[in-house]
């Protein structure tokens, strides 16, 4: 695998960001994701993007963080939001999503995050269960779903 950086508006980026809310769709029964999301939030030194691709230039997997500060919606200064981390289920199983949040995780502390937060839903079990067993813990619920009793917000000190 190569895992690269990328603007979350390139054609890989969107063709991964169609599937993975296709499959929030399907979970949820809705339209996927609603939380507002702007290209130039992934845009260093305040966020990246990035995608891992096989041996042949496909993208098989992506995720992305966001610098966010105390905002009114539960983020704390310092916070790195993880966003859109989604493998292919073809690719799934392999270790994808640990490396590809690994390399997000060391990005945001080079760029001065002290925390990263991410949000994902109850009917998202093997997202719960990479994050636990990545050092995660629940926290206070924060962003755009934070009001829905499916959501759920973890946190790990970087």
Known sequence: MHIRPVPFDHPDAVKLNDQ????????????????PLDAADFRPPNGLYLIAYDALGTPVASGGWRSQDENGEGNEDGDAELKRMYVIEQMRGRG???????????????????????????????????????????????????????????????
Request: aromatic letters at 12%.
């Open 96 to 158: 994808l999503a640990r490396q590809v949040l690994a390399a997000l995780e060391e990005d945001a502390r080079a760029a001065g995050r002290t925390r990263m937060v991410l949000e994902t839903g109850a009917k998202q079990p093997e997202a719960v269960a990479l994050y636990t067993s990545s050092g995660y813990e629940p926290c206070g619920k924060f962003g755009y779903y934070r009001f829905h009793e499916l959501s759920l917000c973890y946190a790990k000190a970087l």
């Open 20 to 35: 993975v809310q296709a499959e929030y769709g399907i979970r949820y029964g809705d339209d996927g994701d609603a939380t």
